[in-house]
């Protein structure tokens, strides 16, 4: 399994060939995908811990067509880990 933080640097690369932004913060909120000023984004809270960040990120792009994005294998197989967990 591929290393929480190299996975992160992943969903963010998978973020800019998508076009999404992918806003960090702080403050009490889980995060997820949301529109501002009309363009969709993904939010995700800095302050809790790597895992909830990723799987926040893997939940917010199974909302997205992705099987013909290149991305490497480990970052395919956590976010179809999470499509199993989300049914």
Same mark, same amino acid.
């Given at each position: ?10 969903? $963010?690369?998978?973020?800019?060939? *998508?076009?999404?932004?992918? !806003?960090?913060?702080?403050? @009490? ?21 790597? $895992?909830?960040?990723?799987?926040? *990120?893997?939940?917010?792009? !199974?909302?997205?067509?992705? @099987? ?20």
């Amino acid at each position: 399994m591929m290393k929480k933080v190299k996975l992160y640097t992943e969903f $963010e690369e998978l973020g800019q060939r *998508l076009g999404l932004k992918i !806003l960090k913060g702080k403050g @009490d909120f889980s995060g997820g995908t949301c529109t501002v000023n009309n363009e969709t984004v993904i939010v995700i809270n800095k302050m809790k811990p790597m $895992e909830q960040r990723l799987r926040t *990120l893997a939940t917010s792009f !199974l909302e997205y067509n992705l @099987d013909e994005i290149y991305m490497v294998p480990a970052l395919r197989a956590y976010i179809e880990e999470s499509r199993l967990l989300d049914l």
